[in-house]
C-alpha cells in the first residue's frame, strides 16, 4: 500500500478506540445501545459464501473501496451474498457526519431503499463530507431517492434508527475490529486486504472452493 492510504487507515484506527470510548461513556445520549443488529444483504449467496464490510461513510478509505466492491458484487451476485454493517468512526474531525450518515442509510432502509441511500452516500461522500451540517444533504438524497422525507427525519432520530447502528458498533467492538474498512470473508477476517478487484476475485475464489471443498467431503 501507498504511504497516504497507510495514513488513511492509521487514521481511521486512531478514530476506532475514540468511538468505544465513547460508546461506552454515554450512551444515555445516544438511546439504546444495543438492537437488531442491521441486516443489509444483497447476492443470491447460491455457494453459501458471505462477505461482510464492516464500513462508515465518510471513511476515505472506504470511498476508495467503494468501486471495489460494487464490481465484485456485480461480478459474484449469483455467488456470493455480500452485507454490510455499520462502524462509523465519529470521533475525529474529519468523521463528524459518519454517525449521522449511518443513520441516514438506516432511515432509508425502513422505507426500502438502505442499498440506494448507501450508493448515494459513498458516491457524493466529497461533497457532504466537506460540511459541518450534512442533515440538509442527506435529506436532499432521500427526496431524489423519492423518499416521504417528513417520515425519514423523524426516522434518523427514532430509537430503532440509533438501536441499529449502535448495535453494529458494539458487535464490532467485541470482535475487536479497529478500522474501516473490515472485511470478514465467510467468518475470517481478512487482513491487510488491498483495493484491487483483482485482490478480491482471489479471496473469494478460494473461498467458494473451499466451500465447495468441505461440502463434498
Known amino acids: 500500500m501507498n504511504n ?50 464492516y464500513g462508515d461513510f465518510e471513511c476515505s478509505a472506504c470511498y476508495q473501496y467503494y468501486p471495489i466492491i460494487k464490481q465484485i458484487k456485480e461480478k ?7 452485507q454490510f454493517k455499520h462502524l462509523p468512526l465519529f470521533q475525529i474531525q474529519s ?28 458516491e457524493n461522500q466529497p461533497t457532504w463530507g466537506e460540511v459541518s451540517d450534512a442533515q440538509p444533504l442527506f435529506e436532499q438524497y432521500a427526496s431524489q431517492l423519492g423518499l416521504d422525507v ?7 432520530k427514532g ?22 474498512p473490515t472485511f470478514v470473508l465467510d467468518g475470517k477476517k481478512l487482513e491487510d486486504s488491498r483495493n484491487t478487484v483483482e485482490y478480491f476475485t482471489e479471496q473469494i475464489d478460494k473461498a467458494i472452493a473451499e466451500k465447495q471443498k468441505s461440502g463434498q467431503q
Not at 97 to 104: I, V
Not at 171 to 179: H, Q, V, W
Open 4 to 53: 497516504r492510504f497507510v495514513l488513511i487507515l492509521a487514521a481511521c484506527v486512531v478514530a476506532f478506540f475514540g468511538v468505544l470510548f465513547f460508546t461506552k461513556k454515554d450512551n444515555s445520549s445516544n438511546g439504546p445501545t444495543s438492537g437488531q443488529l442491521s441486516n443489509h444483504t444483497v447476492g443470491k449467496g447460491s455457494t453459501g459464501v458471505v462477505l461482510v464490510e
Open 95 to 122: 468523521h463528524e457526519n459518519a454517525l449521522l450518515a449511518a443513520k441516514a442509510a438506516e432511515a432509508a432502509g425502513l422505507q426500502g431503499k438502505f442499498w440506494e441511500m448507501h450508493d448515494s452516500l459513498y
Open 76 to 82: 459474484y451476485n449469483d455467488q456470493i451474498t455480500f
Open 150 to 156: 417528513e417520515r425519514f427525519k423523524v426516522d434518523m
Open 159 to 180: 430509537e430503532e434508527v440509533n438501536g441499529i447502528v449502535q448495535a453494529d458498533l458494539e458487535e464490532a467492538k467485541s470482535l475487536k475490529f479497529n478500522s474501516t
